[in-house]
């Protein structure tokens, strides 16, 4: 197996590690008396359906909604109602999504049971703008946001307390006698289950002044209700729900980098297994990894894993098919240049940026080939176009859809140099 190969098949574990259907069924709760009530939103929400589907009672009454991205097939749902939404801006559909799941909670009772299904980009997919905001408002804030190179955390801080599920809303319209079951497959570091989708059915720790002083800091202008609710606290998320609600990470980056380091020791590679919670600045963080990557002297083919989220700050910059994880890649084949390493970077959910890609892949000869053919890798860094760099390269990941969301997977392989062009026959073991 080479390099190339080793590495795509260490990405392929990682995301097998977090399919809904592998993972969900375990987690499930027994159906209650009365009907069961499934709430699922995110980019896993179809997955994560299909998977309760298959594994609840005939006879047990189920119903439910589903909001996922544009884009993602029906699973062949026969008792679960999916719904489209836009990511990672919402549209009318994300608001309509937000009613149908307010409107599926009426009339439960006791003997009733709620089960939300939670994954990355449902911040996006099911919104609701409270009094005094538009739609328009939310789609020019969270523009504003996904442009400023804020970290998760403080971009669901802020969406939390400006829509009308997030942040326990919706848990809270469930009633209060109704239990509510959620089971969330987490794309945020640290698997904070009040960031995860901006934490629609968990009590929210955050407070109105912590939202403003996201806005503050990463100079994102409030609309003039939302400033004056923020600050006179009109707007606070619920801090406890009922006793009979709980919250399970079913799939986490963690999981994933696990299932991937199994399989790179299957191949017969050392593993150094980094944080499944590195964030940053792509570029910057990008360069770091690699610098640890090749510092030392490595006897055998070595693999460094680490996920996280990155982020790309755009400033005034016109973005080309940019990609966090595309770019976090790009700088890090640029520190590497010239030396003995391999690398693949991707989105576990298929999608980096505004191109088709998932992510990318080099290897040590990749940039020089680039050069050749006239395609400069600095420029397209500047430009944030390092997706575009990869796809002109052929290196462009294509996934599609992977039914999951575990946040981004990184891998840089260092190959001994006396070995830099041989063939790992551990892999066909």
């Known amino acids: 197996m080479t390099p190339a190969e080793g590495l795509r098949a260490l990405f392929d574990a990682a995301v097998a590690s977090a399919q809904p259907a592998r993972v969900l069924p375990a987690h499930l709760p027994p159906p209650p008396r009365g009907t069961t009530v499934v709430l699922g939103l995110g980019k896993a929400a179809a997955g994560m359906g299909a998977a309760v589907e298959a594994t609840w009672p005939e006879a047990a009454p189920l119903r439910g909604v589903l909001v996922a991205p544009h884009g993602t097939p029906d699973p062949g749902l026969r008792r679960l109602t999916l719904r489209h939404a836009r990511h990672p801006r919402p549209d009318a559909h994300s608001v309509a999504a937000a009613r149908a799941l307010l409107g599926a909670t009426a009339g439960l009772g006791a003997d009733d049971l709620v089960l939300v299904l939670l994954s990355g980009g449902a911040s996006s997919l099911a919104t609701l703008p409270l009094p005094g905001l538009t739609l328009e408002d939310l789609v020019a804030l969270n523009g504003h946001l996904l442009a400023s190179g804020a970290p998760i955390d403080a971009m669901n801080t802020l969406r939390k307390h400006l829509c009308g599920i997030k942040g326990g809303r919706l848990a809270l319209a469930c009633g209060p006698a109704v239990p509510v079951v959620t089971l969330a497959i987490s794309d945020v570091p640290g698997d904070a289950l009040d960031l995860i989708g901006s934490g629609p059915s968990v009590a929210d720790p955050s407070r109105c002044a912590d939202a403003l002083a996201v806005s503050a800091r990463w100079g994102i202008d409030l609309p003039e209700p939302a400033r004056v609710a923020l600050q006179t606290g009109a707007w606070e998320t619920p801090k406890r729900l009922p006793p009979q609600h709980r919250a399970v990470v079913v799939a986490s980056p963690a999981l994933a980098l696990a299932a991937a380091a199994q399989r790179a020791h299957r191949l017969g590679w050392d593993v150094r297994l980094g944080s499944d919670r590195l964030e940053g600045e792509a570029r910057t963080l990008g360069a770091q990894l690699a610098r640890e990557a090749l510092a030392g002297e490595v006897g055998r083919p070595t693999v460094f894993l680490s996920g996280g ?82 796809a002109r390269q052929g290196l462009a990941l294509v996934t599609g859809p992977t039914g999951t969301n575990v946040n981004d997977f990184r891998a840089l392989l260092r190959w001994p140099t006396s070995a830099d062009q041989a063939v790992d026959r551990a892999g066909d073991q």
């Open 309 to 390: 989220e990155a982020t790309v700050t755009l400033g005034d910059t016109t973005p080309g098919q940019g990609g966090r994880a595309a770019e976090t890649l790009l700088a890090a084949a640029l520190t590497a240049e010239g030396r003995t390493l391999h690398g693949l970077m991707a989105d576990t959910d298929g999608l980096d940026g505004t191109g088709p890609a998932a992510g990318a892949a080099f290897g040590p000869d990749s940039l020089a080939v680039a050069r050749q053919r006239g395609d400069v890798p600095e420029a397209a860094l500047v430009a944030h176009d390092a997706g575009g760099f990869w």
